[in-house]
């Protein structure tokens, strides 16, 4: 039996304790169906793997790998792949109801893979699936925002933007904007649909890095809303992205959203505590939800969609539309690594997007 290095846990623990993540030696496995067998050079940690990692009273039979952001190699296809071929190098985010990517080797089903953008390395590739599949989903599929016509020149598209903003004046609210998912969300909300993009941020630092992202305006996420508005001279907004403490923000998202507004969280209420969601009901304003892993848990018939929209942004990545978020590299993907690389996560004040090379 073949086998391979990967990091994963049987216990889950405190990332200080030294078993919270594990160098192991496990099976190595093959590719068959819709799977594509990955030579994985370079994964990213998002918030999701410290809450799968999180303390629990629970023990694993067989060790769990984590990871879900990737960029590698295509090493073997399954005899139903025809998306890629061997030798491909791809990016993608993979399943969470299937092992991670934190391992020599992995398998993804090919229709959630996208072709890799090829002016980024591994690394720079692996920090942005999971945080673009989500902005991009959460924008567009989710609350219907509305993108700016494709045109072949850059002047063209400067100009198309000007004339969005005199048509509509559409504007969004992107509550975290330094994090990973508002790293991204405020360039496509900006180059792709031309909105007018708010972001909170509360430290010069965080603000700054949105700024240079495209953001046209800051408020602090620590103050009322609606004062920052008003400070800022701001207008309602017809759009509001929320990337962290949902419940927190409910009042704040009520006073600042237009009637007929549109909403989008991505963040479950701590502790699953409900919220009240009526200060919305008196503007009508429509309230979803967002999970980049809900084509893949259920399989759902467009679920090629998220192989579609890596291999547009892709291309977004190599003619300078969209740029990496990748802002920290934490050095070779073993068990010390990935537990500073959680560390960094679990402190909560993280810009950008960081990875580990394989």
Request: aromatic fraction near 6%; glycine fraction near 8%; hydrophobic fraction near 40%.
């Amino acid at each position: 039996m073949k086998t391979m290095r990967a990091v994963g846990l049987y216990k889950y623990l405190p990332v200080e304790d030294p078993e919270s993540l594990l160098d192991l030696d496990i099976p190595k496995p093959e590719a068959a169906g819709r799977d594509l067998l990955v030579r994985v050079r370079a994964v990213s940690v998002n918030p999701v793997d410290t809450k799968v990692r999180a303390p629990k009273d629970k023990v694993e039979a067989a060790p769990r790998i984590l990871g879900w952001d990737a960029a590698g190699t295509v090493e073997a296809a399954g005899d139903q792949v025809t998306l890629f071929q061997p030798g491909d190098e791809v990016y993608y985010a993979g399943s969470i109801t299937r092992p991670g990517s934190n391992s020599e080797y992995h398998l993804v089903d090919e229709r959630i893979a996208g072709r890799k953008p090829r002016n980024l390395s591994f690394e720079d590739a692996a920090a942005m699936p999971l945080t673009t599949i989500t902005a991009y989903e959460a924008l567009f599929d989710r609350m219907g925002v509305v993108r700016l016509k494709p045109d072949a020149t850059k002047q063209a598209a400067k100009e198309q933007v000007g004339s969005a903003f005199r048509r509509t004046d559409a504007s969004i609210l992107i509550i975290g904007g330094a994090g990973g998912v508002g790293s991204i969300a405020i360039q496509l909300a900006k180059k792709l649909a031309g909105l007018r993009v708010i972001a909170t941020a509360s430290r010069k630092e965080s603000g700054e890095w949105c700024r240079s992202l495209g953001a046209d305006d800051i408020i602090n996420h620590h103050h009322a809303f609606q004062e920052e508005f008003k400070m800022a001279g701001l207008p309602e907004v017809d759009y509001i992205l929320c990337l962290n403490s949902t419940e927190k923000h409910i009042q704040n998202m009520a006073d600042v959203i237009k009637p007929q507004g549109r909403l989008c969280a991505i963040v479950e209420t701590k502790g699953g505590v409900p919220v009240n969601i009526n200060p919305f009901q008196r503007k009508s304003v429509a309230f979803c939800w967002e999970l980049m892993f809900t084509r893949s848990i259920f399989q759902t018939p467009d679920m090629q969609a998220q192989h579609d929209l890596l291999n547009e942004t892709a291309g977004l990545f190599e003619n300078g539309t969209l740029r990496t978020t990748r802002t920290t590299g934490f050095g070779e993907m073993n068990a010390e690594n990935l537990r500073k690389a959680h560390a960094e996560i679990e402190r909560g004040d993280m810009i950008g997007k960081l990875t580990l090379s394989n």
